[in-house]
């Protein structure tokens, strides 16, 4: 009588067989749990950043940041909107690097820019600076979108969220 050493090849077939059928029962969740984690990443962003921008005018007159000037760069754009976010800030939204008598506010967010977690434009932070006062929807050109006029500021991506039915400029 021979000892057996090995497996056949039907007991490998079977074991293949029975990891491949737990991998296609296994893999949705784990994959729809990447996805609820970024949706979870964008709503507290959304978050800081909205209240960033509250704080901000509070202390500012009710001017949002971005509709003035931060002495360098015009009212406006991208540039002066995260200066005056991210570096100490005077009454009328001059910016300085460092606080001193003249900028006592502020920083309102910590060191960069959050990127955007989900949509299109993942992984970056740039955002589109507009003053027309319409309601703001995602058209994907780039990770946020902001209003000076009205302080919205929404992820710029009309794709869909996790639920199938909410897109991510409605977060």
Do not use: C
């Not at 990443?41 to 704080?55: C, F, G, M, S, T």
């Not at 007159?61 to 909107?81: L, V, Y």
């Not at 299109?120 to 309601?135: L, T």
Request: proline content about 6%.
């Amino acid at each position: 009588m021979r000892s057996r050493k090995a497996f056949t090849l039907i007991e490998l077939v079977a074991v293949v067989l029975i990891l491949g059928i737990l991998a296609a029962i296994a893999a949705p969740k784990v994959f729809r749990g990447s996805d609820d984690a970024g949706e979870a990443a964008l709503r507290q962003n959304l978050a800081v950043i909205r209240d960033a921008i509250e704080l901000y005018a509070l202390e500012h007159g009710g001017r949002f940041p971005g509709s003035t000037s931060d002495g360098t760069n015009p009212a406006g754009t991208e540039a002066a909107f995260k200066n005056q976010l991210l570096m100490y800030t005077d009454a009328n939204g001059n910016v300085s690097p460092t606080r001193d008598a003249a900028h006592p506010y502020g920083p309102y967010l910590r060191k960069t820019f959050p990127p955007a977690p989900v949509g299109p434009k993942k992984g970056s932070n740039d955002v589109a600076v507009v003053g027309d006062g319409q309601p703001l929807s995602g058209d994907n050109t780039t990770a946020w979108k902001y209003d000076y006029t009205t302080g919205e500021f929404i992820l710029n991506s009309n794709a869909v969220s996790s639920d199938g039915t909410t897109t991510y400029d409605d977060f």
